[in-house]
């Protein structure tokens, strides 16, 4: 804590009272020297944007605001001659023209005036390096010096809005309302700037002293003199003790102290029907004859304890058919959706309305880590020696700390941040303070009547026996996705550069070549479990040879990991609770009649109910196979990348927003970069920790951008319902390779692993990524597969009849069908 201690001596009442209001009048006096503070924000156009480095160019635009006390006196603004011709980006940008600029003063005679301007303000810019860097350096080539107080408004931004994923002016201007009717402009950027400032000051006097003190503890580590908006109001802060509980500095929301609980309640709800029709009425939906039928099995298996599968079409509203009948006799249900975006749908969507209407408490779950730790944070605010970005991070952290409601890490801004940066306050489940929101959310979940999790986070509960679900029914939604996560839970993995660096640095001939021979078998597909385990042992390298010690397991590297899978299935039946009831729901479980695959893949033997609802062939969405593409087998990846960009720019002049599926990351990356040098806008998935779908999905539906490369839980897990016309392409099956590891392991189980199991499992993936595109019967979409291989024969012609019970097929060469695309899409 970072309080000032005022030591009295001898003060009797009257010398209290006198030292009372002398006080009061000093911060009344600092309140109003404050709010007098002069900010002149200022904002650039200039001859050049790109790059950091202003050498080189010169002003066209200056645009000036000065603001006092939160109100605009004046505003300043000129073109100015920069005697160069403007490129034809900043023309864009600007709507400046070089014969405009030819009669715009030159810089030197707005020097006088600018000075007038400027004198005795804090210069403001959103971005202060380059805007204070140009106006400087302007100044000196002219002999003059400019010296004022520098502010950063991006920096700031960061603080004291720490849920935003980015924080450019047109981004700021759209979260926040800004408003600036002419982008670009510099005056009305400034404008833009100016009022940015006013809702930094206006979240800084939100926060409780405690806090803002501990932020001016990190805040010196900012650009220039941005320290000193914190530092002007953080004597007029107050201890805001009615409003946050307190862990040393560290404020976050009272009513998160289990007094009022974060689920909110209907006081006056509707009593909930067990006629299905009925509570659609209720909650002022339709009825859907799928949605009837999906009620009517779970039904009709509400006793039985041997698990439900049902597939039934995406988009046919099927979460609300199975909650419903469920929780009508009062069953409660934990709901395990494949990603984290689904689970989103669920509570965004769904969860509202059914506490408004009947009363109905929804929580999510997710493993500890996924939530903040606040002693954790408390210990890593304390770390010294950090970097800027670093210090923002912490800085950010505390002001988000008083702002939400779940403690859920996903909601905090990743702009400028590093997994360890996450990982340093990130919840371990090991807290012993009160606000633990990790132990929050399971109170949450234990009381409530529908709990959210994802599947991962399923299958780590279902293992360790979780009393949370052991009177639940349970629902797995998009059940084709269990299949991996069970495959995840069934193996381990051995990080081995760390084991084989010290023997690098040894001298011996023999031990090198023994090193070579190891480092040559690691890099073999597959791998000779055998002779890696007898290398390793003869180097002393204990670690890799008892990994490698079980001859059953399947074993494979991926760079530097080595990883070993059990030869079985995970089995899931094997994770349920004696006579739990578990439905399973997808849009695709069966290949055909003969071949229900995934109870199977599962550990259900024949011990199901399996009930397929088929729905009619779509007339809103087309697939287009194409029979001329180019030869996968014999392409390179940068030669097939180069054939995808020039189908995706012709399919792009079709101007329909487009959503390209890789089942190859490397293919996803090949492909961006062709796209580098062109003007069609690219939204691009990120690899890893960087990925955030869901802005990713925002920018696609804000149209953002015109196409959209992602792989991952695009497949499955993001629908896109706001595309009126859109084309999905898919520029390779979805095949599983020879070395994936669930082929692998088909591949000893059955005769034929292809037919058996990687046809259905790419027939599988098609379905739902088209699903993807067909959520309302308004939208309308083309399925384009560029991989020739749907067009042939053999196995492709299973594949196309599999696919025919959904949608109709065309199948022709690239420009017939690019025709037809352009009608169907009409």
């Given amino acids: 804590m970072h309080q000032k201690i005022l030591k009295l001596e001898k003060v009797d009442g009257a010398c209290l009272w006198g030292l009372c209001l002398t006080m009061r009048a000093e911060r009344e006096t600092l309140r109003y020297n404050i709010l007098m503070t002069c900010y002149a924000i200022v904002d650039l156009e200039a001859t050049d944007t790109s790059g950091s480095e202003n050498h080189g160019r010169k002003i066209i635009q200056i645009g000036i605001v000065i603001l006092e006390n939160g109100k605009i006196l004046r505003t300043f603004s000129s073109e100015v001659n920069p005697h160069e011709p403007l490129t034809e980006n900043i023309m864009r940008l600007t709507g400046l023209k070089d014969e405009k600029l030819q009669q715009a003063p030159d810089f030197s005679e707005l020097i006088p005036e600018l000075k007038k301007i400027l004198a005795g303000c804090v210069f403001v810019a959103h971005n202060v390096i380059f805007d204070w860097g140009l106006l400087a350096r302007s100044f000196t080539e002219y002999g003059e010096t400019l ?12 603080i004291f809005f720490p849920t935003f994923e980015k924080y450019g002016l047109d981004s700021l201007k759209t979260k926040l309302g ?32 405690l806090v803002i003190q501990e932020i001016c503890e990190h805040a010196s580590a900012l650009t220039y003199e941005t320290k000193l908006i914190i530092d002007e109001l953080a004597p007029m802060a107050g201890e805001r003790s009615d409003e946050f509980n307190f862990y040393k500095y560290i404020a976050t929301q009272k009513k998160l102290s289990g007094e009022t609980s974060v689920m909110t309640e209907n006081k006056n709800p509707i009593k909930i029907s067990e006629d299905f029709s009925e509570n659609l009425k209720s909650l002022g939906l339709k ?63 769904l969860a509202p309305k059914l506490t408004d209407t009947f009363g109905l408490q929804t929580a999510k779950l997710m493993a500890a880590s996924n939530y903040v730790s606040i002693e954790k944070v408390e210990k890593y605010l304390s770390e010294k020696n950090s970097g800027t970005n670093t210090e923002i991070f912490k800085m950010k952290v505390l002001v988000w700390l008083t702002q939400t409601r779940t403690g859920e890490l996903s909601e905090l801004s990743k702009n400028v941040t590093k997994p360890e940066m996450f990982d340093s306050i990130s919840n371990l489940g090991y807290d012993k303070i009160d606000t633990d929101f990790w132990k929050l959310a399971n109170k949450q979940a234990l009381k409530s009547d529908i709990l959210v999790v994802n599947h991962a986070y399923l299958v780590e509960l279902l293992r360790k026996k979780s009393e949370i679900f052991s009177s639940r029914t349970l629902i797995v939604d998009e059940a084709q996705g269990l299949l991996q996560v069970l495959e995840s839970a069934n193996q381990e993995h051995l990080e081995i550069l760390n084991e084989l660096l010290p023997l690098q640095l040894l001298n011996s001939s023999d031990t090198r070549t023994d090193l070579e021979n190891l480092l040559f078998q690691l890099g073999k597909i597959p791998l000779n479990r055998e002779k890696i385990f007898v290398e390793a042992a003869e180097l002393g390298l204990d670690k890799i040879s008892e990994f490698m010690i079980d001859p059953e397991n399947i074993y494979w590297t991926t760079g530097n990991t ?27 479980i069966a290949f055909s009649d003969k071949q229900v695959l995934l ?8 011990d199901y109910k399996f009930y397929k609802i088929q729905s009619k062939i779509a007339k809103n969405q087309k697939l287009f196979a194409v029979a001329d593409g180019l030869p996968v087998k014999n392409s390179t990846v940068q030669d097939y990348s180069y054939y995808l960009l020039k189908k995706l720019t012709e399919l792009a002049e079709l101007n329909r927003p487009m959503i390209v599926l890789f089942s190859s990351r490397q293919m996803l990356d090949w492909t961006a970069r062709q796209f580098e040098k062109s003007s069609i806008k690219v939204g691009i998935q990120q690899a890893g920790h960087l990925a955030n779908n869901e802005l990713l999905k925002k920018q696609f539906d804000d149209e953002k951008f015109q196409i959209l490369l992602a792989t991952g839980a695009f497949w499955e897990g993001v629908d896109f319902e706001k595309q009126k016309r859109a084309i999905l392409v898919i520029p390779r099956l979805p095949f599983a390779t020879p070395e994936d590891v669930l082929t692998r392991k088909f591949s000893e189980k059955y005769k034929n692993p292809f037919y058996d199991f990687n046809l259905p499992m790419a027939a599988m993936k ?36 599999n696919l025919e019970e959904l949608v109709e097929i065309e199948t022709g060469n690239f420009d017939e069908l690019l025709l037809q695309i352009k009608e169907f899409l009409e």
């Fill in 147 to 158: 010296e004022m107080q520098r502010v950063d408004t991006v920096e700031l931004s960061k």
């Fill in 599 to 606: 109870p199977e893949l599962l550990g259900f033997a024949k």
């Fill in 562 to 588: 080595l990883n070993s899978s059990r030869p079985d299935f995970y089995n899931f039946k094997k994770l349920l609770f004696e006579k739990q009831k578990a439905i399973f729901i997808s849009a695709s």
């Fill in 766 to 801: 098609l379905r739902q990524a088209m699903g993807r595109l067909n959520r309302k019967k308004s939208q309308r979409s083309a399925v384009v597969v560029l991989d020739y291989r749907i067009a042939g024969n053999s196995y492709a012609k299973r594949l196309r009849k």
């Fill in 287 to 349: 009825k859907r004859k799928i949605q009837n039928r999906i009620a009517d099995y779970i039904k009709a298996n509400l006793d039985e304890t041997n698990p439900t599968f049902i597939e039934a079409p995406t988009g046919s509203g099927k979460t609300i058919a199975y909650l419903l009948p469920l929780v009508a006799v009062g069953r409660k249900v934990v709901v395990s959706t494949t990603t984290k975006v689904l689970q989103e749908q669920i509570l965004q969507d």
């Fill in 178 to 209: 800004l408003e600036n009717k002419h982008l670009h402009t510099a005056l009305s950027d400034a404008r833009e700037t100016a009022e940015l400032l006013v809702k930094i000051q206006s979240e800084i006097k939100k926060l409780p002293s």
